[in-house]
């Protein structure tokens, strides 16, 4: 297992900065924003992806996973299909660079959608992902995140997939938010989450469902510590991914504070947690 932040925290670095902040703090590894040209993306030409993985090796760090913005749950067949050959793409980028996780979202669908028909679609196309990510080593990660936030629902569509290179991205907030028990996620997903996003907040159930508000991790209700001793009872192997929301929310603290923060926070609950 190994302790990694993903470049959401860090929207206006460049990748030699990310690398120098992942070793100032002692972190193995990076998870890739895959989006906007910014740190990695399909669109990277063969030298650009030599120059990244070369940068990344030679700093002694792993490409965690790379983070894909498709959206598997997709009424319109078409559409679905363009998720797949997205994401495929994101495979070979994946293989190009070194990286063993590629994320995907289900995403949102209409109230009115066949739920059980969507879902069986939707399984369908990411069996098909899985192939051709198999065949690559790569493992595909469905976040608890949107309409598929609990592990309950997660866990449903992974059921039907039932393909072994496709699995679960546990972002630890989402289920957490929305009243799913860290047992019940754990269980709902047990023994298929590949990839995490640790983060931590305050509830404030009086901003509606879900509510809640970001803070740095050990300051808010998020048990993170129980989660982790849940995933390592569960055998997990990946890496424990700090997700430090600064794109989407500014006003957060400086994101090296939260660098410092989380990787001696993790290292303090590895110890405990293996003594």
Request: aromatic letters at 8%.
């Given at each position: 297992?190994?302790?990694?932040?993903?470049?959401?925290a860090?929207?206006?670095?460049?990748?030699q900065?990310?690398i120098?902040?992942?070793?100032?703090?002692g972190y193995?590894?990076v998870?890739?924003?895959?989006?906007?040209?910014?740190h990695?993306?399909?669109?990277?030409?063969?030298?650009?992806r030599r120059?990244?993985?070369h940068?990344?090796?030679?700093?002694?760090?792993?490409i965690?996973?790379?983070?894909?913005?498709?959206?598997?749950?997709q009424?319109?067949p078409?559409?679905?299909?363009?998720?797949?050959?997205?994401?495929?793409?994101?495979?070979?980028?994946?293989?190009d660079?070194g990286?063993?996780?590629?994320?995907?979202?289900?995403?949102?669908?209409?109230?009115?959608?066949?739920r059980?028909?969507?879902?069986d679609t939707?399984?369908?196309?990411?069996?098909q992902?899985?192939?051709?990510?198999?065949?690559?080593?790569v493992?595909?990660?469905l976040?608890?995140?949107?309409?598929?936030?609990?592990g309950?629902?997660?866990?449903?569509?992974?059921?039907?997939?039932?393909?072994?290179?496709v699995?679960?991205?546990?972002?630890?907030?989402?289920p957490?938010?929305?009243?799913?028990?860290?047992?019940?996620?754990c269980?709902?997903?047990?023994?298929?989450?590949?990839?995490?996003h640790?983060?931590?907040?305050?509830?404030?159930?009086?901003?509606?469902?879900?509510?809640?508000?970001?803070?740095?991790?050990?300051?808010?209700?998020?048990?993170?510590?129980?989660?982790m001793?849940?995933?390592?009872a569960?055998?997990?192997?990946?890496?424990w991914?700090?997700?430090?929301e600064k794109?989407w929310?500014?006003?957060l603290?400086?994101?090296?504070?939260?660098?410092?923060?989380f990787?001696?926070l993790?290292?303090g609950?590895?110890?405990e947690?293996?003594?």
């Amino acid at each position: 297992m190994t302790i990694s932040f993903g470049t959401l925290a860090c929207p206006d670095w460049t990748i030699q900065e990310v690398i120098r902040a992942a070793r100032k703090y002692g972190y193995d590894g990076v998870e890739l924003r895959g989006a906007d040209r910014q740190h990695i993306s399909p669109e990277f030409t063969p030298i650009e992806r030599r120059d990244v993985r070369h940068r990344f090796e030679d700093a002694g760090l792993q490409i965690v996973a790379i983070t894909a913005y498709t959206r598997f749950a997709q009424v319109d067949p078409d559409a679905l299909q363009g998720q797949v050959d997205t994401i495929k793409r994101y495979v070979d980028l994946a293989v190009d660079v070194g990286a063993p996780v590629i994320r995907t979202f289900g995403g949102q669908y209409p109230e009115d959608a066949d739920r059980e028909a969507l879902f069986d679609t939707m399984a369908d196309a990411l069996r098909q992902a899985g192939e051709y990510a198999a065949q690559a080593d790569v493992k595909i990660v469905l976040e608890t995140h949107d309409a598929f936030s609990l592990g309950a629902v997660t866990g449903d569509v992974l059921n039907r997939v039932n393909h072994p290179a496709v699995g679960a991205l546990w972002d630890i907030m989402h289920p957490f938010r929305f009243g799913e028990s860290p047992q019940e996620t754990c269980q709902h997903l047990q023994g298929r989450v590949y990839h995490t996003h640790l983060k931590d907040g305050h509830l404030r159930p009086e901003k509606g469902p879900g509510g809640h508000e970001l803070c740095l991790p050990g300051d808010g209700d998020v048990p993170i510590k129980e989660i982790m001793q849940l995933l390592i009872a569960d055998g997990y192997q990946g890496s424990w991914c700090l997700e430090w929301e600064k794109t989407w929310h500014p006003e957060l603290p400086d994101t090296e504070v939260a660098l410092e923060r989380f990787v001696t926070l993790i290292r303090g609950y590895l110890e405990e947690l293996s003594s």
